[in-house]
């Protein structure tokens, strides 16, 4: 039973975090669905507080980001720091007794938010209990990735372990700070003061959680697919510390119409601007050397949607900028076009990239895709489906935007906005059939026969 459980086979935890963020991923969906369905006809939804879009948004939002991306991130980490180190992981027993343990808090996020037990804020709505539990996985996951790293083999630290390393220490401590876990009872601080913390957390759940294992990922696989090697490894160095440097301060710039000290507004919109660097440091790393090399991408479908989602973090990064500047703002604060970009940071990059990895790295633990047709079926419909829901909400956020600033009552831009929440739910449907496709895939790759030798602990392509 232990061994079944706690298993010590080398790369068994990182399966099982693929399984959970496969499951997660679709729940998570489902949850948005339904709430797009809301917006659309809420008569369709049984009239219980569990279905109400206050619950279900929040519920939606976080068990995708917990349950789905920070899964496959860490069933990823858990292979690719002994990979690029040479070495074994340090404790897998604990990496198995991780993924139980994470799974039971998982499941207490839906059970507390669909009930109304909330703190109320942005991305940070969990009660205390479940911001304590999420504290405690990620800092079993930093110690195994930081005692796998003190047994190395490999002198030189590849990117990816810097990017991961550094990831791991960024979420202890922006989520911490961001959930005000030292005040149990309310989860937060006072007046805007509070909201300041708010969006330092808010906006670096990308920037700082999200952003550092998707593009240590991205930095693993898109050089290992097209076997090239990065443009330039010290490039990669400078692209980390900028972003530390650049993305602590711009979360601010979402309270620009708030009463805040004006030298911070201008901080978050300066380094808001110059998020630029860094996420251009990291595209010509990964872009330059494959130029000729596109058909090596196309060919895998774990590298072509790690690919797809280093293209939707280029658009994000060009639009979020562009978003921080008061005059922009003007038009779209508060609107839906904030919240297609918000679906394009977390799904489009963080998500592409998290299920090309689940995918890229399953044959390298010594599981064949199940069916790479499917694979194949999934990452259209889930492109169309992002693409879709990207561009009605735009629109809609647009329109929401030039209304309100030429005056026009709410009940006057409400039909104009029923056609694109169409859109967006059909849009939904492809995302939920997408998921259901993956969960599928993933299940049935890993619960048949084992067809390789297992992880490989070679030396990456590591060098320009």
């Known amino acids: 039973m232990i061994d079944f459980l706690f298993p010590d086979e080398p790369g ?24 797009a369905i809301v917006m659309i006809a809420p008569d369709l939804m049984p009239a219980l507080a569990p279905f109400s879009f206050g619950r279900l948004r929040p519920t939606h939002i976080n068990v ?9 991130y860490f069933g990823g980490l858990l292979y690719v720091v002994p990979a690029v180190c040479r070495t074994r992981l340090s404790y897998e027993r604990l990496a198995n007794f991780a993924v139980w343990y994470w799974n039971v808090v998982l499941l207490s996020i839906p059970a507390a938010l669909l009930h109304g037990w909330t703190q109320g804020r942005e991305y940070a709505e969990m009660p205390w209990i479940v911001d304590i539990g999420i504290l405690v996985a990620v800092a079993v996951l930093a110690f195994l990735v930081f005692t796998t790293i003190a047994r190395r083999k490999e002198n030189l630290l590849y990117v990816s372990v810097w990017y991961i390393a550094g990831g791991l220490i960024w979420t202890f401590f922006v989520f911490a700070v961001g959930n005000v876990v030292w005040n149990p009872p309310t989860g937060s601080w006072f007046g805007m003061n509070d909201q300041i913390l708010m969006w ?3 906006h670096n759940v990308v920037g700082l959680v999200v952003t550092p294992q998707a593009i240590a990922l991205a930095y693993f696989i898109i050089p290992r697919a097209t076997r090239t090697p990065l443009y ?15 993305y602590t301060h711009t979360g601010t710039h979402h309270l620009l119409q708030a009463p805040v000290p004006q030298w911070l507004k201008v901080i978050s919109i300066v380094n808001s601007i110059a998020l630029i660097i860094p996420v251009f440091a990291f ?21 072509k949607m790690v690919f797809t989602g280093t293209v939707w973090y280029f658009i994000t990064c060009l639009q979020g900028p562009f978003h921080s500047l008061p005059s922009v703002q003007r038009v779209t604060h508060f609107t839906q076009w ?16 998290a299920m090309g990895a689940i995918y890229f790295l399953l044959p390298l633990l010594g599981r064949e895709i199940y069916s790479k047709r499917l694979a ?23 329109i929401q935007g030039e209304g309100w600033l030429n005056g026009e009552v709410v009940y006057r831009l409400l039909p104009e906005l029923q056609r694109y929440f169409l859109v967006r739910g059909i849009s939904g449907v492809l995302l939920v059939i997408g998921g259901g496709l993956f969960i599928f895939n993933v ?18 392509v590591v060098t320009a």
């Open 376 to 398: 194949n079926m999934q990452y259209w419909l889930m492109l169309v489906g992002l693409t879709g829901l990207f561009l009605s909400l735009t629109f809609a956020g647009l």
């Open 338 to 353: 904030v919240v297609a970009h918000a679906h394009i940071a977390l799904f489009g990059f963080g998500g592409f990239i």
């Open 283 to 303: 595209l010509t790393n990964v872009w330059l050397p494959i130029k000729d090399r596109f058909g090596r991408i196309y060919d895998d479908v774990g590298a």
């Open 232 to 246: 330039s490894h010290a490039l990669s160095l400078f692209g980390f510390w900028a972003l530390i440097v650049m």
């Open 443 to 460: 299940w049935m790759t890993l619960l048949r026969k084992k067809s390789g030798a297992g992880p490989a602990l070679t030396k990456e």
């Open 64 to 72: 995708l980001i917990f349950g789905f991306l920070l899964s496959a």
């Open 200 to 202: 330092f957390y808010g």
């Open 12 to 35: 068994s935890a990182s399966r099982r975090f693929f399984m959970t963020a496969s499951f997660w991923l679709l729940v998570g969906l489902t949850f948005g669905l339904l709430g």
